[in-house]
């Protein structure tokens, strides 16, 4: 037995091993920069999610997929493509795009600084959605496959009610929100929107149905009218997307690079692959360098909390861990300003609170500009209400300036499974968070009283930073959920504009001139896989540990964990999708 338990221990010990010697040789390969021949076409097939970062770097070698490219690795490549005179062409191939519009408006606005270099810029689509169909329209040129189709036929939203099925199950969500728009609460408390959900809906999609045809229709050479009547068409097979000038033509891959070649005049047309280019540095071309801004990111849902990834490895803000991030720029001396990304529906109140606190501070010692990504709602507007600048795209959902508030009566659930519950107490309100009954008219009213004191203190600090008075802030809360656009026309935001704004504000705050070079230092940096491998076994010793791991991770997935805890959200509607 003693021998079994010996040859376990070594089969463990050489498993560690043998991972760690190939992270070691995953990075040292994948840190060497790429050959990059002349007369080079940068091919980006872009699908899925662009994620703000990539929080756990991650080796193409260990796994067979390269990990996403970011929304500043995306910039980077192609300012570096302009450049570089061995990059000749971009080709993109963009293929049911996630995320939002903002970040489709950012790639989008990439790709036309590229055009500037005069270099052929082509677009290649097999299936094409309108966030794919709207980030393609910049190209020169746009060739759909011959059996492909364009799935472009306009925007709708999806609402998704889960109260009949709650009602099967016994459970009934007791929940209260402040401002007749925020709409957290309905999925869970009725079976269809309110009025208001609907008006705040339908104003959304109008904003950005406009702003699809006020920025695609120039680029195929139509008026708004007639890419709207157009797109009533769809969707549209390859020869309809040509007849309705979508499309410039209908070609096969390999005649899609018989078209670059023609245009380049190279003998050869070679492919570059986007991680691959990424290892070349901004640097080497002369594209960075002199002054140091940090580019911090607060990317997911808020929570009180120390741990910034859940059980998944995804990004989430925790209470904690942001504020300490948030000292340390403060701190350096080497950072003569910095750029706080955000890209968060909110969450905890007093996570969002305290985090408030420590982006003033950061603001109060340097030169300091927000920039929004696809969503800076309720508490993720909160944390970016300070003197500096922000700045949001149009596509940007932010605003949502409310409060939500309450619990889940199980005991109809406990019933139907045979739990029951007895609770002695002691104090009148002791009862207030039981989750076997909801609340009684006195407790009721506690809660509102807590939740109007967080609501008026939400809405005076937009009202400080944005320079309104509380009845002018008032106004345009509400819970209410304000697209980018929207929110510069109301005062809620300073500018539209992406990363090469931000840039060129901060660099403005910190006394730099327009020409001068940065290079941008990425905040809270990114762990290495075996790092963070270690890191989980290290604070985890045991099977009860790892038991009582897996919990905490399962709960930080959700905003329940924290109306669990006793806390308030500050958090914007997740179940309305624009596609």
Request: glycine residues 8%; charged residues 25%.
């Amino acid at each position: 037995m003693a021998k079994f338990f010996l040859g376990v221990i070594a089969g463990i010990f050489l498993c560690v091993f043998l991972v760690v010697m190939v992270a070691v040789a995953a990075v040292a390969l994948t840190s060497r920069p790429p050959l990059v021949s002349e007369g080079s076409t940068l091919v980006l097939d872009l699908s899925g999610d662009i994620p703000e970062r990539n929080p756990v770097d991650v080796s193409p070698v260990l796994f067979q997929r390269p990990a996403r490219p970011t929304v500043k690795d995306l910039h980077d490549l192609l300012e570096k493509a302009a450049a570089d005179r061995r990059i000749n062409a971009v080709l993109v191939r963009p293929s049911f795009l996630g995320g939002g519009w903002a970040k489709a408006q950012e790639l989008r606005a990439n790709l036309e600084s590229f055009k500037k270099s005069r270099k052929p810029l082509l677009a290649w689509l097999q299936v094409a959605t309108m966030r794919d169909y709207f980030v393609a329209s910049a190209a020169d040129k746009v060739y759909v496959a011959p059996e492909g189709i364009l799935d472009v036929k306009g925007l709708r939203a999806e609402a998704m009610f889960f109260k009949n099925t709650l009602d099967k199950i016994g459970v009934q969500a007791d929940l209260e929100h402040i401002g007749a728009y925020k709409s957290f609460s309905e999925p869970f408390t009725r079976n269809r929107m309110s009025e208001a959900y609907r008006e705040n809906t339908n104003a959304i999609l109008d904003a950005v149905f406009e702003q699809f045809l006020a920025t695609v229709a120039p680029a195929r050479q139509m008026t708004s009218d007639q890419l709207r009547a157009a797109l009533d068409s769809g969707p549209f097979l390859p020869a309809q997307a040509v007849e309705h000038r979508l499309a410039d033509g209908l070609l096969y891959e390999d005649q899609v690079f018989d078209q670059i070649q023609k245009l380049t005049k190279v003998k050869s047309v070679k492919k570059l692959k986007p991680e691959d280019y990424n290892r070349v540095s901004l640097e080497s071309l002369g594209l960075a360098g002199g002054s140091r801004i940090a580019l911090v990111y607060a990317v997911g849902d808020i929570y009180r909390g120390g741990d910034d990834l859940d059980l998944l490895g995804e990004s989430v803000i925790t209470s904690d861990s942001m504020a300490k991030t948030l000292r340390q720029v403060a701190e350096d001396k080497s950072l003569q300003g910095v750029i706080v990304r955000i890209d968060s529906p909110g969450g905890d109140s007093f996570a969002s609170d305290q985090l408030w606190r420590e982006m003033n501070l950061l603001g109060s010692k340097k030169p300091m500009v927000i920039s929004m990504s696809d969503l800076a709602a309720s508490g993720g507007y909160y944390i970016a209400m300070t003197q500096a600048p922000v700045l949001a795209y149009p596509g940007t959902f932010t605003g949502s300036i409310g409060v939500v508030y309450g619990k889940l009566n199980l005991k109809g659930l406990y019933d139907k499974i045979g739990v029951t519950k007895e609770i002695l107490s002691r104090g009148r309100n002791a009862e207030i968070d039981s989750d076997y009954r909801s609340f009684t008219p006195a407790e009721r009213q506690k809660v509102l009283e807590s939740m109007q004191v967080t609501y008026r203190d939400f809405v005076q600090k937009v009202a400080d930073a944005r320079k309104k008075t509380w009845k002018e802030i008032d106004v345009l809360a509400q819970g209410r959920v304000w697209m980018g656009s929207q929110a510069l026309d109301n005062g809620l935001v300073d500018e539209l504009g992406g990363l090469d704004r931000a840039i060129t504000l901060v660099k403005q705050r910190a006394k730099l001139k327009p020409e001068d070079k940065v290079t941008l230092v990425t905040y809270p940096p990114q762990k290495k896989l075996l790092d963070l491998v270690l890191e989980r076994m290290g604070s985890v010793s045991s099977a009860d540990h790892l038991l009582a791991e897996i919990g905490h991770r399962l709960g930080a997935a959700t905003p329940w964990r924290s109306l669990l805890r006793g806390g308030m959200l500050k958090i914007a509607p997740y179940w309305v999708t624009v596609q």
